[in-house]
């Protein structure tokens, strides 16, 4: 069983502080190979960047071909902009100063292409009016509430009518529709595959009614990771997978028929033995993900672990295995939740052929960069 996560281990473990989390950049690749398999080609992808938040994995995408983005904050934008991406997309109906700022993005890199979602009459006549006055044209493309129940518009006759908006308003310009379908997370790929197909009609008749009606329609941006292979399937939609690339024990978990690697992992160490059976690690949910009921991270050394505690800055842990481990050990685990993990993260250690060379910035961790 040991040798199934030997690459995990580091060989210059002992120099790296912990908690640490650490990106084994063979994997990473690996998954991104796999997600142009899933998607068939470059060109059908616009893969989600929130996950890792990084320049170096963006333009990675980009040289093998990639020239699409999806990010959900203007910071992400900025990042994604600063290293050359072509096309980014704010999947964040942009309110109050946000769009003065995503006006200022479109300005400082005029060779990449903004746009941003809207399903909100109001908020399209705040974007349309700031944009005009500043003598700019943003592409927006109405987001479709497919099921979630989070942001959008319900596909139909009012979806519609904020589509013909975007021709009769001053500064902004059809961009399309976008339609997230992340709460559609059945293990069983048959069904998940069901629900997806019927999450999707409304946004297909939509599309046909509003080409019908002789409406530009660029662009249908659709899906996250779970359904990205059903949506890899379906023809003249963008493909925009997130969590794929550094992959998680949640997905992993969830979703068996997605052959993704886990790539991103916490390097943790044992700071206290307060009892037998008992361990306590210097992880707490200051270092990773804790939205989400335990286990928040899996530790493949420690099969059988109960988590007592979770704390700001520990982690006490049941296990029998805690005999095998002193004070100063190192314990590798896999996040359930890998965006939220990254996040908390100022830096990543850069694993390379099993060791760490390399320390990046998590560039857009931060809600503002310059603008």
Same mark, same amino acid.
Request: with cysteine.
């Given at each position: 069983m040991?040798?199934?996560?030997? &690459?995990?281990r580091?060989?210059?473990?002992?120099e790296?502080p912990?908690?640490?989390?650490?990106?084994?950049?063979e994997?990473?690749?690996?998954?991104?190979?796999?997600?142009?398999?899933?998607?068939g080609?470059?060109?059908?992808?616009?893969?989600?960047?929130k996950?890792? =938040?990084?320049?170096?994995?963006?333009?990675?995408q980009?040289?093998?071909?990639?020239?699409?983005? =999806?990010?959900?904050?203007?910071?992400?934008?900025?990042?994604?902009a600063?290293?050359?991406?072509?096309?980014?997309?704010?999947?964040?109906?942009?309110?109050?100063?946000?769009?003065s700022?995503l006006?200022?993005?479109?300005?400082?890199f005029?060779?990449?292409?903004?746009?941003?979602?809207?399903?909100?009459?109001?908020?399209?006549?705040?974007?349309?009016?700031?944009a005009a006055?500043a003598?700019?044209? +943003?592409?927006?493309? +109405?987001d479709?509430? !497919?099921?979630?129940?989070?942001?959008?518009?319900a596909?139909?006759?009012?979806a519609?009518?904020l589509y013909?908006?975007?021709?009769?308003?001053?500064? +902004?310009?059809?961009?399309?529709?976008?339609?997230?379908?992340?709460?559609?997370?059945?293990?069983?790929?048959?069904?998940?595959?069901?629900?997806?197909e019927?999450?999707?009609?409304?946004v297909? =008749?939509?599309r046909?009614?509003?080409?019908?009606?002789?409406?530009?329609?660029?662009r249908v941006?659709?899906?996250?990771?779970?359904?990205f292979?059903?949506?890899?399937?379906?023809?003249?939609?963008?493909?925009?997978?997130?969590?794929? +690339?550094? &992959?998680?024990?949640?997905?992993?978990?969830?979703l068996?028929?997605?052959?993704f690697?886990?790539?991103?992992?916490?390097?943790?160490?044992?700071?206290?033995?307060p009892?037998?059976?008992?361990?306590?690690?210097?992880?707490?949910?200051?270092?990773?993900a804790?939205?989400?009921?335990?286990p928040r !991270?899996?530790f493949?050394?420690?099969?059988?672990?109960?988590?007592?505690?979770?704390?700001?800055?520990?982690?006490?842990?049941?296990?029998?295995?805690?005999?095998?481990?002193?004070?100063g050990?190192?314990?590798?685990?896999?996040?359930?939740?890998v965006?939220?993990?990254?996040?908390?993260?100022g830096?990543?250690?850069?694993? =390379?052929?099993?060791?760490?060379?390399?320390?990046?910035?998590?560039?857009?961790?931060?809600?503002?960069?310059?603008?």
């Amino acid at each position: 069983m040991m040798s199934l996560w030997k &690459w995990m281990r580091l060989a210059n473990e002992a120099e790296l502080p912990s908690p640490s989390l650490v990106l084994h950049w063979e994997r990473v690749e690996d998954n991104l190979r796999r997600m142009l398999d899933v998607a068939g080609s470059a060109g059908r992808l616009r893969p989600h960047i929130k996950t890792h =938040k990084l320049p170096q994995i963006v333009a990675r995408q980009m040289a093998l071909g990639i020239n699409k983005f =999806k990010c959900a904050t203007v910071a992400e934008a900025e990042m994604a902009a600063t290293v050359g991406a072509a096309d980014v997309l704010l999947a964040m109906q942009p309110v109050g100063p946000n769009i003065s700022r995503l006006l200022q993005l479109m300005r400082t890199f005029p060779r990449t292409q903004f746009s941003t979602i809207c399903d909100d009459p109001a908020a399209l006549r705040d974007i349309a009016r700031s944009a005009a006055a500043a003598g700019l044209v +943003v592409e927006v493309l +109405v987001d479709l509430d !497919v099921g979630q129940g989070r942001t959008g518009i319900a596909p139909g006759v009012r979806a519609q009518e904020l589509y013909k908006m975007l021709l009769s308003e001053r500064g +902004v310009r059809p961009g399309g529709l976008h339609a997230y379908d992340g709460h559609l997370q059945q293990s069983d790929p048959a069904e998940r595959g069901a629900a997806c197909e019927a999450a999707f009609a409304p946004v297909d =008749k939509l599309r046909t009614e509003l080409r019908a009606m002789g409406l530009p329609l660029p662009r249908v941006v659709v899906g996250g990771t779970p359904t990205f292979p059903m949506h890899a399937r379906r023809f003249g939609v963008e493909c925009s997978p997130g969590t794929c +690339v550094l &992959w998680d024990a949640g997905y992993a978990s969830k979703l068996p028929d997605l052959h993704f690697l886990s790539a991103a992992t916490v390097l943790t160490r044992v700071i206290s033995r307060p009892e037998e059976g008992r361990l306590c690690l210097d992880l707490g949910h200051k270092a990773v993900a804790s939205e989400m009921a335990h286990p928040r !991270v899996v530790f493949p050394a420690l099969p059988d672990a109960r988590v007592l505690a979770h704390n700001e800055e520990h982690l006490v842990l049941e296990t029998i295995h805690a005999k095998n481990f002193v004070v100063g050990s190192v314990l590798h685990g896999i996040p359930w939740h890998v965006c939220p993990t990254v996040a908390l993260h100022g830096t990543v250690q850069i694993a =390379k052929k099993g060791r760490v060379d390399e320390e990046w910035p998590v560039t857009a961790r931060t809600r503002r960069l310059s603008v």
